[in-house]
């Protein structure tokens, strides 16, 4: 499985040891062989700290192996044009595919803290679920299934980013939403 997401899959603010792909990998005991290809501040179409996208990453990272790879989020897109945040869904979809003909394509919004989220946020959750629809991708919606709604003690202290415990909430919710 690749793993290709922003500073929500890298453990930003925990440790990437508390990341929930390498949980998911933990708890999984082998069965499951994750390359976590996430890094801090990217998006499709937002530049990460080491310069990378989410086209990028996958690039990068998918083999002909792969059996699934997921693009978790981003949030770091919001207030990007729609229709080029689309085409940057669509090649990065379209590159998966190509580099990992068998795998599961799966395209995760982006959480929301509340049960308001913010209108560019529900822009790039509309976004990405009409891409992965266009693609022939499985879409997570986390917001529709209220992820971290009402819990409490799952961010960290800047209010963004998953605390150790929403780490393994995280886990939980992707191993479930993955089928694993």
């Known amino acids: 499985m690749v793993v ?24 999984e005991m082998g069965r499951v062989d994750v390359v976590n290809s996430s890094e801090n501040g990217d998006g499709f179409l937002a530049v990460g700290d080491d310069n990378g996208t989410f086209v990028s990453h996958v690039a990068e990272a998918a083999r002909p192996d792969a059996q699934m790879i997921v693009f ?14 689309g085409a940057a869904v669509d090649e990065a979809l379209q590159t998966a595919r ?3 003909p068998k795998a599961r394509l799966v395209v995760v919004g982006p959480p929301s803290y ?17 891409a992965a629809a266009r693609e022939g991708a499985d879409f997570v919606d986390p917001i529709a299934q209220e992820w971290f709604v009402g819990l409490d003690g799952l961010v960290g202290p ?6 150790v415990a929403g780490q393994y909430y995280l ?10």
């Open 72 to 85: 978790f989020g981003s949030e770091n897109d919001m207030g990007a044009d729609e229709s080029v945040l």
């Open 171 to 180: 886990r939980d919710e992707m191993t479930r939403a993955l089928g694993l």
């Open 158 to 163: 800047d209010g963004v980013h998953p605390s």
């Open 4 to 27: 290709v997401g922003d500073s929500l899959s890298t453990g930003y603010g925990t440790s990437p040891d508390f990341a929930w792909p390498t949980l998911l990998s933990a708890e």
């Open 114 to 130: 509340t049960a308001d989220p913010e209108p560019d946020r529900v822009a790039v959750h509309d976004t990405l679920e009409a």
């Open 98 to 100: 190509t580099s990992s």
